[in-house]
């Protein structure tokens, strides 16, 4: 069987409706939302105030700043292969363009699926081999996105999604965050593995690393911070210690 890496459900989504204020005894404040399923939920993101989507063992998306919460029930020719998905990556591109990445259980293999009617219909623009998983989704623009997985796997998209390319990632250990600080320094988190790229992705270096980083963000300069199981790590040059 196929394992995974563990995340934190999602599901009830939770949205931030209270501005934090950075002194003593001020706290944000968080309000569980009903997101109309009882599965887990593993990633989310907003177009802006009112659309967003969530995905895990299922997709479920709002309109309305997350007040209600509506389950995409699929049709058209992806519909039964949709069933077997779980994701772990969606993006909103525009109001009606969405994509969700993650693993297909019927076949074992990640899978890309794309929307360009809010839902109710999808293509699958990837479709990868056996053994496979994706694990992250990450686009700089909503042209330019990349994918990680299984198997050392990073996939790029300019496109907007409609096409992926497999880049090199000289591992083949697992891939679970990727991000970006700029539109040139990315960096990947994985199973004893850190990769970087200072091209924009064209090309990936990889350093060997005795932990597994689970989830990695990049700030607007050369600082990233890495997350592990209760550890915390931080760059300041680039990613290169």
């Not at 501005?19 to 990633?43: A, P």
Request: with cysteine.
């Amino acid at each position: 069987m196929k394992v995974f890496k563990h995340r934190v459900p999602l599901s009830p989504i939770i949205l931030i409706l209270g501005i934090c204020l950075f002194h003593i005894n001020t706290f944000g404040q968080w309000t569980q939302q009903n997101s109309t399923i009882i599965t887990h939920l593993q990633c989310v993101d907003f177009l802006n105030a009112n659309i967003g989507l969530a995905g895990g063992n299922d997709l479920v998306k709002t309109v309305d700043s997350g007040t209600t919460w509506d389950t995409i029930s699929y049709t058209g020719p992806q519909a039964f292969y949709n069933n077997g998905n779980v994701y772990y990556g969606v993006k909103v591109i525009s109001n009606s363009i969405f994509i969700a990445a993650g693993w297909n259980v019927w076949n074992n293999e990640a899978v890309i699926m794309k929307t360009v009617d809010s839902g109710v219909n999808w293509t699958m623009p990837y479709q990868g081999s056996f053994g496979s998983g994706i694990q992250d989704l990450y686009f700089r623009n909503n042209s330019i996105g990349f994918a990680v997985g299984i198997n050392g796997l990073i996939l790029k998209t300019t496109d907007g999604g409609l096409s992926w390319v497999p880049q090199i990632s000289g591992t083949s250990q697992s891939l679970f965050s990727i991000t970006f600080s700029d539109n040139m320094h990315g960096y990947i988190a994985g199973d004893n593995v850190i990769i970087t790229t200072s091209d924009g992705g064209l090309n990936w270096t990889t350093a060997v690393f005795s932990d597994v980083g689970q989830c990695i963000s990049g700030t607007q300069d050369s600082i990233a911070y890495m997350a592990g199981v209760n550890k915390l790590w931080k760059t300041s040059n680039f990613g290169s210690t």
